[in-house]
Structure formats: structure tokens, C-alpha cells
């Protein structure tokens, strides 16, 4: 019994060495996110400005190939930041109420063209459902669902959109007819690093982060991500959240910023934003 004891007592101390080690690491690449950020901003504007000024035709395809692996590794570079901050306890929501159409229009925005070149149907449902949540965490995590889904359905559509549950509950939920994930290994895909070993996924690269992250995302929103999926037939990824009656106060506000629009018609805005998560 005392050496068992002792067993289990080694095996709970090297576990919280490992928790501090990790966590320590996950507090240096969030404090040092902006230091190791500058120089992938930096090539990327000389890049750019090398394209801008070339004039020769046999130059612009390797600038463009540099191009593309610099907007690659600043994805998984960012991925990565995200995830340490997370683990860090650095990102605190800021629940608000929103109106979740006005998630669902920027995703129309982003990725309607994407999911056009390929041929796919991208549907978004219209919803009136108001909700308490950080929209800038929300957004991501239904992006990241949207982008998966166009990313691997080469056919078919991808859907948007809101299933009411009892109790004022409801279900986002984001579908496609893609390659689908087979069900023992669903909510592994959850894990960071985490990409089943399919050769399409392996071509179309990625280090496996979007998902890890939306799941502590949801966390801090006190929400739960599923999946349902089969292969062939494609997958089903959702959030469960509680939907609210619509702020009377914001129809006042809404008045306020009608009267500030008018006063910014015509007029441009440049706006700088470093906030990953928004």
C-alpha cells in the first residue's frame, strides 16, 4: 500500500510540474505575441510592396508563392498565439446582448465568395434571436465551423442557421456534405494538433488549432460545442445557447447611431485592429 501510495503521490507532482510548465509557456507567447508578430507583419508589407513595383512577368508567380506561404505561416503563427492566451487565462469575455443575424451577415460576407468559386451552396437562415455572449468569441468559433465546412465539402452545400429548443434554448448549428469524420473519432478533432489522416486534409494543410480553440472559446462562454458526422455523408457542428427577449434599450441606441451615420456619410474611416479574436 506505501509504495502504491507513493506512486500516486510522484504521479500527482510530476502532473502539476507539467500543468505550471505548460501554463508558463502559454503566458511567454502570449506576453511576447507582439514582438514575435512584427516581423511576419514586416515581410508581409515588403512583399506586397515588391509586387506592387515589379515589372517582370517571370518574377510575379514567385512573389505571389511567397505570398501565399507568408499568409500561411502568420495563420498558424496566430493559431498558436491564440491558443497560448486562451490557456493563459489572458482573454476574458465581454458578454453583451447581440443579435445574432449580425454574426450570421458578416459570415455571408466572408465566405460567400469562397464557397461561390467552388460551386457550393452556402445558405444562411435569417434569424430574430437575440442572445447574451461575447460576439467577437462567438463570431470566431461559427466562422471556424463555416470555414471547415467549405474548406472540405468539394461538392454539395453548406448551411447556416438556428434550431428553437424548450426552455427559450436554442441550437446554432452548421452543416455540410463534405468528407464527413467517422464517429469513434469526432470529438477527437477537438484536440489541439488534432487532424485525422485523410490526403485531402493532409493537401490542404493547417495544423489543427481552429477547432481546439473554438472549445475554449465555448468554455469561457459557458457553452458546449458537439459534432455529428459520418463519413460520405458529411457532418453537423453546433452549440447549444440561451436566447433572450430583445433589449428595449437598444431601440434608443439604434436612434443614436442613425444620427452618427448620417454625420460619417461619404467620409472615409481607416481602422487598425490586432485584436485576433474579434
Given at each position: ?21 505548460n501554463?508558463?509557456?502559454?503566458r ?39 505570398e ?36 450570421f ?6 465566405f ?65 456534405t ?101
Open positions: 500500500k506505501n509504495v502504491n501510495i507513493e506512486l500516486v503521490d510522484a504521479l500527482k507532482q510530476k502532473n502539476v510540474a507539467l500543468e505550471q510548465a501554463l508558463a509557456q502559454s511567454y507567447l502570449s506576453a511576447a505575441s507582439h514582438d514575435l508578430r512584427q516581423p511576419l507583419h514586416a515581410l508581409a508589407l515588403l512583399v506586397s510592396d515588391a509586387q506592387r513595383k515589379n515589372t517582370q512577368p517571370d518574377v510575379a508567380p514567385i512573389l505571389s508563392k511567397i501565399q506561404a507568408i499568409d500561411s505561416l502568420s495563420s498558424s503563427f496566430n493559431a498558436m498565439l491564440n491558443l497560448s492566451r486562451l490557456d493563459a487565462g489572458v482573454v476574458k469575455p465581454d458578454i453583451q446582448p447581440i443579435p445574432l443575424q449580425r454574426i451577415d458578416r459570415i455571408q460576407i466572408e460567400e465568395d469562397t464557397a461561390l468559386q467552388k460551386g457550393l451552396c452556402l445558405t444562411i437562415v435569417s434569424t430574430k434571436v437575440w442572445i447574451q455572449s461575447d460576439e467577437g468569441m462567438l463570431h470566431s468559433i461559427l466562422s471556424n465551423f463555416v470555414s471547415n465546412a467549405v474548406r472540405y465539402t468539394e461538392s454539395g452545400k453548406v448551411l447556416l442557421g438556428v434550431r428553437h429548443l424548450p426552455d427559450n434554448k436554442i441550437k446554432i448549428l452548421v452543416f455540410d463534405g468528407t464527413g469524420v467517422p464517429s469513434e473519432k469526432a470529438k477527437q478533432i477537438f484536440h489541439e494538433y488534432k487532424r485525422l489522416e485523410y490526403a485531402e486534409q493532409r493537401v490542404k494543410g493547417g495544423v489543427g488549432l481552429g477547432l481546439a480553440i473554438s472549445e475554449r472559446m465555448a468554455k469561457l462562454l459557458g457553452t458546449q460545442l458537439f459534432v455529428q458526422s459520418a463519413p460520405g455523408k458529411g457532418s453537423c457542428f453546433g452549440l447549444i445557447m440561451q436566447s433572450i427577449p430583445k433589449p428595449i434599450s437598444l431601440e434608443f441606441k439604434q436612434n443614436e447611431r442613425d444620427v452618427v451615420g448620417d454625420y460619417l456619410s461619404g467620409k472615409r474611416i481607416a481602422i487598425l485592429d490586432d485584436d485576433e479574436t474579434a
